[in-house]
Nanobody, 114 residues
Framework: VQLQASGGGLVQPGGSLRLSCRAS????????MGWYRQAPGEQRDLIAR???????NYADSVKGRFTISRDTAKNTMHLQMNSLKPEDTAVYYC?????????WGQGTQVTVSS
């Protein structure tokens, strides 16, 4: 399984970004997928999760601002990030869980700064 993340960049506070993660496998049957992020000197934290039945879960820090979704026709998941704050600055990693293990994308940098 290979994952290709894209969409990171530099954005001003209050701005928006949309991250994408394209998988090399059919994601329709994936039971668990989502996004983690890791800020400098911090641990990698789960911020958004999407299960096969469409259930979503978000970390409190992003709830109401971030939205996870998937496009099964394109084997791609997205993370729409609105109202970005400087504390959202981190490397964002997508994952899918398959065959009882997590597969990771390469990470994409998001920097929120004026």
């Amino acid at each position: 399984v290979q994952l290709q993340a894209s969409g990171g960049g530099l954005v001003q506070p209050g701005g928006s970004l949309r991250l994408s993660c394209r998988a090399s496998v059919n994601i329709f049957s994936i039971t668990d997928m989502g996004w983690y992020r890791q800020a400098p000197g911090e641990q990698r934290d789960l911020i958004a999760r999407l299960t096969r039945d469409g259930t979503t879960n978000y970390a409190d820090s992003v709830k109401g601002r971030f939205t996870i979704s998937r496009d099964t026709a394109k084997n791609t998941m997205h993370l729409q990030m609105n109202s970005l704050k400087p504390e959202d600055t981190a490397v964002y990693y997508c994952y899918v869980r398959k065959m009882a293990r997590n597969f990771w994308g390469q990470g994409t940098q998001v920097t929120v700064s004026s």
